[in-house]
């Protein structure tokens, strides 16, 4: 199973395809980066440092909030097995 992992090279672009549950999190630091043309190819580093927001602060909890939103949302097989006794 693959980990899931934020890192400050990463674009917000690239977080917010993958983590699109991350946009809080930034809103919470005053980054409202998702809507700007720059941010896709903007690092997080990059608009941290632009915005003064701490880097370190910010990848934990952007990396705090994907892995607790993992822990409740059910996986694909089970979203499968619950759709099968649903009546069509």
Not at 5 to 16: A, C, D, P, S, Y
Not at 46 to 66: P, R, S
């Amino acid at each position: 199973m693959e980990e899931k992992k934020i890192t400050k090279e990463m674009t917000f672009g690239q977080v917010l395809s993958k983590y699109p549950e991350t946009v809080e999190t930034f809103f919470r630091y005053g980054m409202h980066c998702f809507g700007c043309h720059i941010a896709v190819e903007e690092t997080i580093e990059q608009g941290a440092y632009a915005h003064g927001v701490d880097i370190d602060e910010l990848i934990k909890d952007l990396n705090q909030t994907i892995s607790t939103e993992s822990a409740f949302k059910p996986s694909p097989e089970v979203k499968k097995e619950e759709g099968k006794d649903e009546p069509q």
